[in-house]
Nanobody, 121 residues
Framework: QLQASGGGLVQAGGSLRLSCEFS????????MGWFRQTPGKDRDFVAA????????NYADTVKGRFAISRDNAKKIMYLQMNDLKPEDTALYYC????????????????WGQGTQVTVSS
């Protein structure tokens, strides 16, 4: 099970940190990712991190502004979002992939419920 939290309303240029709590399985065996979706559009890749946390990957639209990290002891993944823009407004989902990681949505086995991020201009 995945539980995402930390979303909210923020002004452009502001920051938010999303969290994704993981329960029920061995967290360190899962690659983790963040995706986002706006109404009527596909769910898009945001960031991903390997099982051990040594490698990360970002969508070009967030590179240099967002940072993904994880704490395997606490079974939590984070997404630090800085310099937020109105186009970052979306429902953000965390996801877990057993034994793999990456940007492909179909690589992920489990999904959280989503947390809303709204950036005002």
């Amino acid at each position: 099970q995945l539980q995402a939290s930390g979303g909210g309303l923020v002004q452009a240029g502001g920051s938010l940190r999303l969290s994704c709590e993981f329960s029920g399985r061995t967290f360190s065996r899962y690659g983790m990712g963040w995706f986002r979706q706006t109404p009527g559009k596909d769910r898009d890749f945001v960031a991903a991190i390997t099982m051990g946390g040594t490698n990360t990957n970002y969508a070009d639209t967030v590179k240099g502004r967002f940072a993904i990290s994880r704490d395997n002891a606490k079974k939590i993944m984070y997404l630090q979002m800085n310099d937020l823009k109105p186009e970052d407004t979306a429902l953000y989902y965390c996801a877990a992939a057993s034994g793999r990681w990456g940007s492909r949505i179909n690589a992920y086995d489990y999904w959280g419920q989503g947390t809303q991020v709204t950036v005002s201009s």
